[in-house]
DNA sequence: TATCATAGTATGGTATACCATATTACCAAT
DNA sequence: ATTGGTAATATGGTATACCATACTATGATA
């Protein structure tokens, strides 16, 4: 999330020619100094994301320790913050766990998505500037071919740029954070139904029939193209979920 | 957030007609030891809400772990619960300070919260059941209320009230959750702008208009009610945000 | 007097050790 | 087989120490 920018764009490429470009004097080095705390939540969350930590699953603190040569301190502070995200839930007297998602509310994750979503394109339909439309392209030229790709993650990474850019665009930057920390609490179920609907083509046909309205500037047409794209996920994931939940009799599989 | 009923409804009712009781011979105790970091969480964020801590005032760990009586482990993950939920950030080699807020970003939350809300009026107004109705009722009146409180707190808990009374009874919880995160982000708005609001007597008329929508099964007026609600409450705080931006030059006052 | 340098202080970041408690598993005894 | 106890494990909670950095203040030098 966060760029490993520490300099400014020119770090010192005019030593000479000091004092001579004309504006900025000297820019202001704002340093992010990545603390480990950040590296470790990112490293842990895609760890999460990815299902290399299957729902249910225990987070032990000091394994988590030996595993990334950290301190506890900072595995328990990452702890909290992914506990905040959803992607962890605490257990009384048992410690943290991967969180674990029931249809219910994956159903409700979609609903909220349904409305965010629509509103984001809609809103880029109608205010998306000149530069827009080749990125938009690119985006969804992106999932074309990770649609052929045999990693399903780089497939949700550019289904995630392509709304990224239509949130962004938009300026609805609170509510792009919203929908992306909701997506964290699904993503497996992301994963599954994205790989399953990129066989037929209907998946990539919906997400075109959103960038054609959008670059249209249709804002109802927008609209209306991401409303049948989630309803069409959220049924897919339903499916899956039912599936899981009949397996096991829990619903810690998904 | 978190009641606090370890027990069950009916602790040891029954000792003598042991065993009768038909079905549930005994409820099992889910109790909820809450930890000390669950009380410190609570309790700074109350703080930070409340406006007992300034925005952008310095959280600082050690004074805080005097004032609260307990170690710097945590107060430190508390923090990091609180930055995910948005109302602390981290400055870099400061340390952490409470949340400033510019118009940006409010505005963005009030749009958020025009889709959330109105959505859940609607699927409300749909789907309420039967003993909604005097629910609701008692919740206005708590308002009303309230708007003659000095303490301007009740009256903010009383609107909160009100609206999770509908966001349950729609069965959206988790838009509920992300509502209330929201909230917690433009408390201090909310209530200069409910006390302000609560002089003239629109807010309250307001408020009425959901609750009559809703209850004469009205989706499409309910959701026209909160979109002028929300409306009327966004210009307001822009109001405020201006001043506090042409009083100060930064945005740190609200 | 003005500038520079140095030391001191405050704070965040990290690591480690310790204790109390709850849970679990295993083992022994009846 | 059920009961009871014990040890192991894991967590919550605490305390402490160390280092790096940012800010501040003091003093020395030009």
Redo the contacts with the bound molecule.
């Keep these: 999330m966060i760029g490993q920018s520490y300099l400014s764009p020119e770090p010192n490429a005019d030593t000479k020619s000091l004092m001579k470009s004309s504006e900025p004097p000297l820019q202001k080095i704002d340093?992010a100094p990545q603390?480990?705390?950040d590296i470790v939540q990112d490293r842990l969350r895609e760890a999460i994301i990815d299902g290399r930590f299957a729902p249910g699953q225990?987070?032990?603190?000091?394994?988590l320790c030996d595993q990334l040569?950290?301190?506890?301190?900072?595995i328990?502070e990452t702890i909290r913050f992914l506990e905040a995200e959803g992607l962890v839930e605490?257990l009384?007297?048992?410690?943290?766990v991967v969180s674990t998602l029931d249809w219910a509310q994956a159903k409700q994750i979609y609903d909220v998505r349904l409305l965010l979503e629509g509103a984001a394109a809609a809103t880029c339909a109608q205010r998306h500037g000149q530069n827009f439309a080749p990125e938009l392209d690119r985006a969804l030229n992106y999932i074309k071919t990770a649609m052929g790709d045999t990693e399903w993650a780089n497939l949700l990474q550019a289904t995630t740029r392509f709304y990224e850019l239509i949130f962004k665009e938009a300026g609805h930057i609170v509510a792009w954070e919203i929908v992306q920390r909701l997506n964290g609490r699904i993503s497996r179920l992301r994963a599954l139904t994205l790989s399953t609907r990129s066989r037929d083509g209907k998946g990539l046909k919906q997400l075109t029939a959103i960038h054609d309205a959008i670059l249209s500037r249709d804002p109802n047409a927008a609209l209306q193209a991401v409303e049948t794209h989630i309803t069409a996920a959220a049924t897919a994931a339903q499916g899956f979920l039912k599936d899981a939940k009949a397996g096991l009799g829990k619903d810690l599989q998904l």
Tied chains: 1, 2.
């Design positions: 340093k603390t480990l705390r225990r987070l032990v603190e000091r394994p040569g950290v301190s506890r301190t900072v328990r605490i009384p007297n048992r410690g943290p």
